[in-house]
């Protein structure tokens, strides 16, 4: 993979398996436009296309199967369907908007590395990303902002994750612990541990503005972003 940071905010990056995408506008309204071949596609949120150039092809879609849409809608409060913008006539470029101030983010999913993103937070994906559902045991989600159910991203490819706010990634090495308040939490690697807790006793709690956080526990990779939900 090869990366280049021109001036400005914006990022462009290229893969061997030739899919070419910028992110433009980042830390401000951020936007992901991507550049098909013929026959290359990208799965986006519904609503999240912005726009399309002539070859391209818009087409709704359940990821997961019915089943799947359903927990994913009603659980995680993401969409039902899913949208495809294929290169079915020609090359093109589609452009895809997160529709929040902040950054997107494009972090690589592997068999080996699994992903768990807070509900809102997932944009758009490669083929072969997969859009699935993690429930967290009872006590993480009665006081977790993220709810019972969590993003899961399996299967291998890139996944465009949306933050609000600036975001920031911290790698944790194995044992290392590192406590974030739960409202700044964007996605994380399935391999770190975490607890649910208070920030401190009652009383610093109200007079300082603090709740609940959580606290992982290495190895792995955390992001977070600056705003609070």
Request: contains cysteine.
């Amino acid at each position: 993979m090869s990366r280049t940071e021109p001036p400005g905010l914006s990022y462009q990056y290229e893969f061997e398996v030739a899919m070419k995408y910028e992110i433009v506008h980042q830390d401000s309204f951020p936007m992901l436009q991507v550049h098909l071949e013929r026959g290359e596609k990208i799965s986006c949120e519904r609503g999240a296309m912005i726009t399309m150039s002539q070859g391209l092809e818009l087409q709704g879609d359940v990821k997961g199967g019915i089943v799947g849409g359903l927990i994913r809608s009603f659980l995680t409060q993401e969409s039902f369907f899913t949208e495809n913008i294929t290169a079915s006539g020609g090359a093109g470029t589609a452009s895809i908007g997160a529709g929040i101030p902040g950054s997107i983010l494009a972090l690589e999913v592997t068999p080996s590395k699994t992903l768990l993103v807070q509900k809102g937070g997932y944009l758009a994906s490669t083929p072969g990303v997969e859009i699935g559902t993690k429930m967290q045991g009872l006590i993480k989600g009665f006081t977790s902002k993220e709810g019972f159910f969590l993003i899961k991203l399996t299967g291998s490819g890139t996944a465009f994750i949306a933050s609000l706010g600036a975001a920031h990634r911290f790698d944790l090495e194995p044992g290392e612990e590192l406590v974030v308040d739960n409202g700044h939490l964007l996605a994380w690697d399935e391999t770190l541990e975490y607890t649910m807790q208070k920030a401190s006793g009652f009383v610093s709690s109200v007079t300082s503005g603090e709740g609940l956080v959580c606290k992982f526990r290495g190895p792995g990779t955390l992001y977070i972003h600056t705003m609070k939900y």
